[in-house]
């Protein structure tokens, strides 16, 4: 074979539209998974190498639809570019994608998102509580997102840029817990978020135990602190205090002591989730079939050429 | 003197058809092979696994965990917190901590709580994800505490059943409790007969 063949074959090899093929079938090949459940979806979507492959994807694409459009074959190119635009907002969505909660306190600086997936790029919002309704589950919350004042109605999503929304799932209020030594050396003391209805713990300092309590449903729709407290104290084991803690009232176990304050303060849930805008599917839909067809006409008129 | 260089045959028909076939699979295979070696770089959570049922031979493992876990656990107490199985606890660090927090704690007060596992009962073994497994166990303890110097008792012996929740993770060694919870656990039916 002479050098210029193998430069030509080397070339071939090297050609957008394979490199399209060798990136996009993977992708395809990991969606078959996860339709089929060997791949979770929402693990799979936050990949870095999803992204890449994508983006990389749209590169070649855009390579092709260059190479067609030299070659005259208009068609062909437009639709190339067409697909490579698709890929390359697929790509930005996946960068951009991000799913998390966070529990946020009134006026509370800085509350830590539980970011559950994010994308190569995905920023979650800075947030803060301004405001809360005086009764939930309904009502208004006024929020401060990444500096912008945003007004949102419990349950409803809101969009607050970037493609992310927001969700405020309740709105309660924190029972304020206090956990003393003997001696009466102050063990913890906070504001306790908790959701009504179930068991969740939380441990104090460097004692050993585990302090699971259990906030009752709120009986009617005024936002107010729970009157009383399920509690159980596990120690290894061992169930050292379990009994129902009213508020203002204290608990003593081991040498412990445990006390509900009468007043709470206000938290609510916030759930941030990235939307896939509408526009975008559809036109990737488009684009996608429109490269189909074209890449189908130009075959066909191949074969009648021949 | 120069001579015309041999013709290439062409090649046979269904050489060629291979050939095509193969020029259109091998972009797909290198793509494949190179996604996979990405993603084990950058994503090595991301496993492709059949979802469901345990795979074999982890039921049994993990029962026999559970089992050292809770040998070495009554260990620990009853020695007032000797660090001889330290190493052989399958149970994270964090884990780990707490128990000799625990034991501290009992120390600080001049105690030991001496703990004796009569019954274990495994109720169920789930796999929660790659790797994850949880499992529900109904425990039956005795447990009493003594002065830490000369080990008289300070409280009767008392019994309690109790049902706990797992998360074990398998790592290089094998399984490891890396969480637990209190599971609202029916007691194991025994012909009405307790052994706490």
Do not use: C
């Not at chain 1, 309660?172 to 908790?194: C, D, H, N, Q, T």
């Not at chain 1, 975008?280 to 189909?292: C, P, T």
């Not at chain 2, 656990?73 to 399958?90: C, K, R, V, W």
């Amino acid at each position: 074979m002479t050098t210029a063949g193998a430069a030509r074959r080397a070339a071939g090899w090297a050609a957008p539209e394979r490199a399209v093929a060798a990136l996009v079938a993977p992708l395809l090949a990991a969606g078959a998974l996860a339709a089929v459940g060997w791949v979770p979806w929402a693990e799979l979507l936050a990949a870095r190498t999803v992204t890449i492959f994508a983006g990389l994807a749209a590169l070649a694409a855009a390579a092709a639809g260059g190479r067609a459009s030299a070659s005259g074959r208009r068609g062909l190119a437009a639709a190339w570019v067409a697909g490579a635009l698709a890929l390359a907002a697929g790509a930005a969505a996946l960068a951009t994608r991000i799913e998390g909660e966070v529990d946020a306190g009134l006026d509370e600086d800085g509350p830590s998102w539980r970011i559950a997936h994010a994308g190569l790029a995905a920023v979650a919002p800075a947030l803060k509580v301004l405001e809360v309704p005086a009764t939930r589950p309904s009502g208004k919350i006024r929020l401060l997102v990444d500096g912008r004042e945003v007004v949102a109605e419990a349950g409803e999503p809101v969009a607050v840029g970037r493609g992310r929304r927001l969700v405020v799932r309740d709105v309660l209020i924190a029972p304020a817990l206090s956990v003393e030594r003997a001696r009466g050396e102050v063990e913890g003391s906070a504001l306790v978020k908790l959701d009504p209805g179930r068991r969740e713990w939380f441990t104090a300092g460097t004692l050993p135990h585990r302090f699971y309590v259990t906030v009752p449903e709120p009986a009617g729709t005024a936002l107010a602190a729970p009157r009383s407290l399920h509690v159980r104290v596990q120690r290894g084991k061992l169930r050292v205090h379990e009994g129902d803690l009213a508020a203002g009232s204290e608990a003593r176990f081991e040498g412990i002591t445990l006390r509900l304050e009468k007043e709470g303060a206000p938290w609510a849930r916030i759930e941030l989730r990235s939307a896939p805008d509408a526009r975008a599917i559809a036109f990737a839909v488009l684009a996608v079939a429109a490269a189909f067809v074209v890449a189908r006409r130009a075959r066909g008129l191949r074969g009648a050429d021949a | 003197m120069s001579s015309a260089p041999p013709e290439r045959a062409a090649p046979a028909p269904r050489t060629a058809a291979v050939r095509r076939w193969a020029r259109r699979v091998a972009p797909a295979l290198v793509g494949a092979v190179v996604f996979a070696a990405t993603a084990a770089l950058l994503d090595p959570a991301l496993r492709v696994e059949r979802p469901g049922a345990l795979e074999a031979g982890d039921d049994a493992a993990v029962r026999e965990t559970l089992g050292q876990y809770q040998r070495i656990y009554e260990d620990f107490f009853a020695s007032g917190g000797g660090p001889a199985m330290l190493d052989a606890f399958p149970a994270t660090k964090e884990l780990k901590h707490f128990v000799f927090r625990d034991v501290g704690f009992l120390r600080d007060a001049g105690m030991v709580q001496v703990q004796d596992l009569a019954a274990t009962t495994v109720v169920a073994v789930r796999r929660r994800s790659a790797g994850v497994v949880e499992a529900d166990v109904y425990e039956e303890w005795n447990q009493m505490l003594q002065t830490v110097g000369d080990r008289k008792p300070v409280t009767a012996p008392k019994g309690f059943g109790q049902g706990f929740r797992y998360t074990l993770r398998r790592d290089g060694s094998g399984w490891r409790v890396v969480g637990w919870d209190l599971a609202d656990l029916p007691a194991p039916e025994r012909d009405g007969r307790r052994l706490w």
